[in-house]
């Protein structure tokens, strides 16, 4: 039995690097990347306080996050491809178009 | 011996999340992130998650991830390498705020955790099994959510391929 506040604690890690990633990083499928492994921090603390409270439902909504995270993929990816071909650039500084 | 397995993975996972930050090549980024994404299914297994460690390993360490590296490698994305590495106000700024964000989420642990007991106990995982508990539940109570799911998915789909087709 793995105490809960490791876990948790592992999780808030992962959640800050995720954070971290997506200020510093500029790389726009690294900022994607990084918002997975958010996302995958996430997934930890529900599967754990699911564990913790014997409970199905923490992990029916790691389910339900995981489909969401595939759309989101799928979807977030498409756009980069279409920004690439729009725009040569994957890099986050140069797409500034609405900036007027 | 479970304990010291979840050191192991913990590790595995945190240095996978610092290799995503760090490394300069977008592919070294999603092996990281692969790396991670395993330990973190190690984990869900020690926490009796069996069909979440599946779904972890299919979903997002094959499915996402592929999906990833398959763009970077369309892209070329070398040239884009130059990325300006020296430690601006802001990033440092933004760093500290997360570290910040990071203790806040640790804080309410010290409190314990409250919350109702639910129904998936030794007897019954003894009797059914997660998978099967976890299916019944799925498909009766959380059937609606199971079905917007579903079509979130389609429009994630048919968006998907909207977006980056050349001509429609």
């Known amino acids: 039995m793995i105490p809960f506040e490791y876990s948790m604690g592992l999780s808030a890690v992962l959640f800050g690097l995720g954070v971290v990633g997506v200020l510093v990083r500029r790389n726009v499928i690294v900022l994607l990347m990084c918002v997975e492994l958010m996302l995958n921090a996430v997934n930890l603390a529900f599967v754990t306080v699911a564990d913790h409270l014997n409970s199905v439902e923490g992990l029916l909504y790691v389910f339900f996050v995981m489909t969401v995270a595939a759309a989101e993929a799928a979807v977030g990816l498409a756009i980069v491809v279409c920004l690439y071909r729009a725009r040569r650039a994957v890099h986050a500084d140069e797409i500034s178009l609405l900036k007027g | ?168």
């Open chain 2, 1 to 168: 011996m479970t304990l010291a397995i979840f050191f192991v993975f913990a590790a595995f996972a945190v240095l996978g999340g610092i290799g995503v930050l760090l490394a300069r090549n977008p592919i070294h980024s999603a092996l990281s992130l692969v790396g991670t994404m395993v330990s973190l299914a190690g984990i869900y297994l020690l926490h009796h998650a069996e069909f979440i460690f599946a779904i972890q390993l299919m979903v997002y360490a094959g499915a996402i991830m592929t999906l990833i590296v398959f763009v970077i490698m369309l892209l070329d994305v070398r040239h884009e390498e130059a990325e300006t590495e020296r430690l601006g106000f802001a990033k440092v700024f933004g760093m500290v705020l997360a570290g910040l964000m990071v203790v806040v989420l640790l804080v309410p642990l010290a409190a314990g955790l409250t919350g109702k007991p639910g129904g998936m106990t030794e007897e019954v995982l003894a009797r059914v099994g997660s998978v099967e508990f976890l299916s019944e539940k799925l498909f009766t109570t959380y059937l609606l959510p199971f079905e917007i799911a579903s079509v979130l998915l389609l429009v994630g789909l048919v968006g998907a391929v909207a977006l980056a087709k050349k001509r429609l």
